[in-house]
């Protein structure tokens, strides 16, 4: 279910996503959306990283050669944080069909045990679990959604990576990250794609960029703008668009 360890971007890349990650949030107040979802939508810089030839070529060896941009989250542990992620599926809340969707979690800081890590549950890919949604302080999550992970007798394995490298997880591997112990930031980016021909079903109407082949979804999804200068008010308008239809979900269906 999951494949780590992939090269990815180059220090100056993360270095540029970094600046502008720290510009950004000094700059956006007030949005109606939190800007860390779908942030490709207002940052450049996040969406030439994202679908740079390198990183597309090694989805498509797991996706195929049509391949949709659903999302690219911004995943940030401040340091000494004591927020957690609770074990989840990725795609539980979205209702896509079939469950062929693949993240590209992407290291703009070294991510290790000490700072929360990533840790992958092997195999759990292979069907929709049950989730509890505990609403927990300490959850990151918008709900704290989580799974009972009794049943799973395997030991977890830590997605250690450095800065610029990437792991590929599946939609449905449960996976779970801890306390940020450090004195520095934990930054991440989980950048979501799936073939053009998956359905969408008892879900708001979600969003994509179509970055490599073609379109087979037959007016499945809608369109996002593709961002062209540091969230302008066109590229804050996209944003919105895009996040509206998921506020009453508490965003958990995008």
């Known amino acids: 279910g999951y494949y780590s360890g992939l090269e990815g971007l180059s220090s100056e ?8 990650l720290i510009a950004c949030a000094n700059t956006l107040q ?5 800007w860390t979802l779908k942030s490709h939508l207002l940052i450049p810089s996040i969406y030439e ?3 740079s030839k390198h990183i597309l070529n090694q989805v498509a060896d797991v996706l195929g050669e049509n391949l949709f941009l659903l999302s690219v989250d911004v995943f940030i542990k401040p340091s000494r944080s004591q927020k957690i992620v609770n074990w989840h599926q990725d795609g539980n809340y979205w209702g896509f069909d079939p469950f062929e969707i693949t993240t590209a979690w992407i290291a703009i800081t070294d991510a290790t045990p000490e700072n929360g890590c990533m840790q992958f549950a092997p195999r759990t890919h292979r069907s929709r679990l049950e989730h509890v949604e505990t609403y927990s302080e300490t959850s990151a999550l918008s709900r704290g959604q989580e799974i009972d992970m009794s049943f799973h ?6 997605n250690v990576l450095k800065s610029g490298q990437f792991s590929l997880h599946h939609c449905l591997l449960a996976h779970f990250s801890g306390r ?17 021909n998956i359905r969408q079903i008892n879900t708001p109407k979600s969003s994509v960029i179509l970055v490599r082949g073609k379109d087979h979804s037959d007016g499945t999804f809608r369109f996002d703008r593709v961002p062209t200068t540091n969230w302008g008010p066109l590229e804050q ?18």
């Open 13 to 20: 890349d993360c270095d540029a996503i970094r600046n502008d």
């Open 30 to 34: 007030g949005l109606s959306d939190p």
């Open 49 to 51: 990283a994202v679908t």
């Open 153 to 158: 007798d395997q030991k977890p394995v830590e």
């Open 180 to 196: 940020n112990n450090t004195d520095h930031p934990r930054i991440g980016l989980a950048a979501r794609f799936m073939p053009t």
């Open 237 to 254: 308008q996209a944003h919105a668009a895009a996040l509206s239809p998921h506020r009453e979900s508490a965003y958990s269906t995008v």
